[in-house]
């Protein structure tokens, strides 16, 4: 137990209000919430009992799932139960495998990025990172084919509303750019006016490819007006079931062109073969024209 600042105690989770949190998490964000995970969804939480002055996880769960929890308290509770790791060029040889064969495929092949832009979707775009190495990448690689008048949007999307203000604020850490190549820090990242806060911010030519919204996976219509030429969607299925999966993928097939590609984590695999993706290199899918 830990005791609060007014002296009173938080009892432990119970294993009923576990099971009614990990129920909902399972069917509306799809994240596979097994009992191990007791201990780690306690900790998280007792920040927000102690926010909203709660007595109990048990008084909690009444709140949470009361209809004004669900307009008052659902996103913080999102927040705080997803997974939002990540880093620049992480998986770097997705990035290099982008442009250097699928780019000038979906050029030359489909006209992508030649006459309209070319449209890309970070599915799990959590604080940026991604969406930015994604947006560096594709900016070096229109710098190197200037006669080609190369253009790109990048779509990112996550469930949590604080990461994806971060994304649009588009302000790290220097530590945070440590992966990335020392001639792009200079080029693409501004240091903050005042040594001592170590921030740095995209430069705005970057930050002009790029728009952030809150897209849930479990939903049944993402609502994008267009259908993508690249879907980059890694390191989120590892949390699902594979129902789940196989669900996800396949609304994901539903956005992707015809040609287009579907990046996945390593650590995910593809098992269904009735789905029209093939593979052409690891966690790198084409779907089939």
Request: overall charge positive.
């Amino acid at each position: 137990m830990e005791k609060k600042s007014d002296n009173s105690f938080i009892k432990s989770l119970s294993e009923r209000d576990f099971k009614r949190l990990s129920e909902f998490i399972h069917s509306n964000l799809g994240i596979k919430m097994p009992g191990s995970k007791i201990t780690m969804i306690e900790s998280r939480l007792r920040k927000r009992l102690r926010v909203r002055k709660i007595s109990s996880f048990t008084e909690y769960c009444d709140y949470l799932f009361s209809e004004r929890g669900m307009a008052e308290e659902l996103n913080y509770f999102i927040d705080v139960v997803t997974t939002h790791k990540t880093d620049f060029f992480r998986e770097e040889d997705h990035f290099r495998f982008l442009v250097q064969r699928v780019i000038p495929e979906l050029v030359t092949k489909m006209g992508s990025g030649v006459g309209r832009k070319l449209n890309l979707w970070s599915a799990a775009s959590s604080r940026g990172h991604e969406v930015y190495t994604i947006a560096i990448v594709l900016n070096e690689f229109r710098e190197r084919y200037p006669g080609l008048d190369f253009d790109y949007f990048i779509l990112g999307t996550d469930i949590s509303n604080d990461v994806l203000e971060d994304g649009r604020k588009a302000i790290y850490d220097h530590d945070d750019i440590d992966p990335v190549p020392k001639d792009m820090k200079k080029k693409y990242f501004l240091k903050s006016k005042d040594p001592s806060k170590n921030l740095v911010r995209v430069v705005p030519e970057l930050r002009n490819k790029v728009k952030f919204r809150q897209l849930n996976l479990m939903d049944d219509d993402f609502q994008l007006r267009e259908l993508m030429d690249v879907i980059f969607c890694r390191n989120v299925m590892i949390y699902f079931d594979k129902k789940t999966q196989d669900t996800l993928l396949y609304k994901l097939c539903n956005y992707l062109k015809n040609g287009g590609y579907l990046f996945m984590g390593h650590s995910e695999v593809l098992h269904n073969p009735n789905l029209p993706l093939v593979s052409k290199a690891p966690a790198v899918y084409r779907k089939e024209m």
